[in-house]
């Protein structure tokens, strides 16, 4: 186990609806970084949350965002919900994201259904 | 680009011998390299990773080598165990991106057979 937790484990939604995902990171760490990760995939980088500021973003339009908290805890939003956001979102942990190289430390991840 | 592929999708392996998963990477300046292993309803976990200034290197049970002239990276898993069943996949990190965030292929199924 990581120490990187996610919630809930499992979410279905409507297409149109919004949806909060959480992570708490490791003990320690101070950054997350958050991936989608559609069936038979590997995992696409979504953004990056170092010291509650954004830092660094894929190619996921503005609908997604996220926040970062005091504790390095964080959330993904996701609004207007299509059925292309089905997939398993996994969050990863780690000391310092802008150093470039520290290793990530995944949770289980939450896997989200738009109907 | 961030392309980063595999180049067999599924391997499988006779419990006790050993397995080599390959992989393909586009980028020839990324400079650091991830190998993770994720098992059904998991999320990745961490195997060992290494650096470009690196040709080899030795975990327990495995070893990634590193060719910077073609590009390419693989995992040797010694005397594989069903335990080792999974999906494994190469990341990299480019020194452009200044963070740490990890550019994956698609993955590669390894089945182990007892």
């Known amino acids: 186990e990581t120490g990187v937790t996610q919630s809930p484990t499992h979410l279905i939604k409507t297409r149109g609806q919004q949806v909060t995902l959480r992570c708490s990171s490791q003990s320690g760490h101070n950054t997350v970084s958050w991936y989608q990760q559609a069936l038979g995939q590997g995992p696409q980088f979504i953004f990056q949350y170092y010291r509650e500021e954004e830092n660094g973003r894929g190619n996921f339009p503005p609908r997604f965002s996220g926040l970062q908290f005091p504790n390095y805890s964080s959330e993904l939003n996701v609004n207007a919900l299509e059925l292309d956001d089905s997939a398993l979102y996994l969050c990863?942990?780690?000391?310092?994201?802008?150093?470039?190289?520290?290793?990530?430390?995944f949770g289980p991840g939450t896997r989200l259904t738009v109907l | 680009g961030e392309s980063v592929g595999l180049h067999l999708p599924t391997l499988s392996v006779q419990e006790g011998d050993n397995s080599i998963i390959n992989c393909a990477y586009s980028n020839s300046a990324s400079d650091y390299f991830i190998w993770y292993k994720q098992e059904s309803g998991k999320g990745p976990q961490f195997i060992i990773d290494i650096r470009s200034n690196m040709d080899k290197r030795q975990g327990q049970r495995v070893t990634v080598l590193l060719n910077k002239t073609v590009k390419h990276l693989s995992l040797q898993i010694a005397a594989t165990q069903p335990g080792d069943s999974a999906v494994y996949f190469c990341a990299e990190i480019h020194p452009s991106y200044g963070n740490n965030r990890l550019a994956f292929g698609k993955g590669n199924q390894v089945v182990v057979i007892p």
């Open positions: 990863a942990s780690s000391v310092a994201g802008g150093r470039g190289t520290d290793t990530q430390y």
